[in-house]
């Protein structure tokens, strides 16, 4: 079974900073993915980047950035010239890749972090 | 908006009621996922349908039956239902490929259903 792990139950930043939110996870896979989804107070999961675990790019997109470090089995996420409407609970999940001939998996969750972006 | 809808948004129901939740994706997808968001837990897989055959489900009580009759619904069936089945319940859906080829398969989620269980 995999865990993630988001140690940093909330932080707060002023608008226009960097802020970098943490994830661990562990597994004994070699092939997977891994995402960031924001949840603002509307409750809507938001997809904000993905990372496949062969690939040793970082992803980006546009003002957020992954750090994955497969050896350490560590996912953090970079938010660059925060804005206010970046507030939201921020998870971190991880997801195998599909059996053999295909098929399904589901996301195992850390527990989230609440980022606030201070005006 | 991400093409995945869900209703009810808000459902109160007593302990020894029948209600329904129901999910619809609008995105071609052939795979569609329950999720519980509780308030002490993290987001916790219930179900997942691939093609819509069951193909998990994640220890989930028998007073939670989900029904996928074709693959762009999906329901959930409540029925004698615990104060602690109150929660936050999350439909997904995305699509999925076989082979060894290592797409991404990211879920797009509807925006919940809000259950209080009195």
């Known amino acids: 079974a995999q865990t993630v792990t988001q140690s940093q139950p909330e932080m707060s930043v002023q608008e226009a900073e960097t802020v970098t939110l943490s994830c661990t996870y562990d597994?004994?896979?070699?092939?997977?993915?891994l995402f960031w989804y924001k949840q603002p107070p509307s409750r809507q999961m938001i997809l904000v980047i993905r990372?496949?675990?062969?690939?040793?790019q970082n992803a980006t997109e546009n003002r957020f950035s992954v750090n994955f470090q497969k050896a350490a089995k560590s996912f953090s996420l970079k938010i660059s010239d925060s804005q206010l409407g970046d507030t939201a609970m921020y998870f971190c999940a991880f997801m195998k890749h599909g059996r053999g001939g295909g098929g399904a998996d589901g996301l195992t969750f850390g527990k989230g972090t609440h980022l606030i972006i201070q005006p | 908006e991400t093409g995945v809808t869900q209703t009810p948004r808000h459902l109160v129901m007593g302990m020894t009621n029948k209600k329904s939740l129901k999910c619809e994706q609008h995105l071609g997808h052939n795979a569609m996922y329950w999720y519980k968001q509780s308030a002490k837990k993290p987001l916790e897989l219930m179900f997942v349908?691939?093609?819509?055959?069951?193909?998990e489900n994640n220890s989930v009580p028998s007073r939670f039956s989900p029904e996928c009759p074709n693959s762009s619904h999906l329901f959930l069936h409540l029925h004698t239902l615990q104060p602690e089945d109150s929660a936050l319940y999350l439909c997904a859906s995305s699509q999925e490929r076989g082979g060894a080829n290592l797409k991404t398969y990211e879920q797009y989620f509807g925006p919940g259903t809000r259950l209080t269980v009195t």
């Open positions: 349908y691939n093609f819509k055959e069951q193909t």
């Open positions: 597994t004994s896979e070699n092939n997977y993915y």
């Open positions: 990372q496949e675990a062969y690939k040793q």
